[in-house]
């Protein structure tokens, strides 16, 4: 059974910063793309950051610069260091994994967490 655990979402202050963690378990991390989302209250689940299984990486515009995402296959855990926050970034983040290949398509998502970004 595939899980996907995040942790590492708080209430931090503007400009400030947080790491978030998804540990995967059940799957061959290794060659899944993954990716974190995230959901602020009345909007539509938007793509934050994504590697790729070979380490290519892809951002929103809206965290450019400021958001780094990273994996350790060793580990079978993905990263997302989010620096300069800001109150927009306030939102629940949700871990994804993504395989389109010759053993089919697999997607999986985590359960999400919470990121508050507050005076």
């Known amino acids: 059974q595939v899980q996907l655990v995040e942790s590492g979402g708080g209430l931090v202050q503007p400009g400030g910063s947080l790491r978030l963690s998804c540990a995967a378990s059940g799957m061959r991390f290794s060659i899944y793309a993954m990716g974190w989302y995230r959901q602020a209250p009345g909007k539509q689940r938007e793509l934050v950051a994504v590697i790729t299984s070979g380490g290519s990486t892809n951002y929103a515009d809206s965290v450019k610069g400021r958001f780094t995402i990273s994996r350790d296959n060793a580990k079978n855990t993905v990263y997302l260091q989010m620096n300069s926050l800001k109150p927009e970034d306030t939102a629940v983040y949700y871990c994804?994994?993504?395989?389109?290949?010759?053993?089919?398509?697999?997607?999986?998502w985590g359960q999400g967490t919470q990121v508050t970004v507050s005076s």
């Open positions: 994804n994994a993504y395989y389109s290949g010759s053993y089919g398509t697999r997607e999986h």
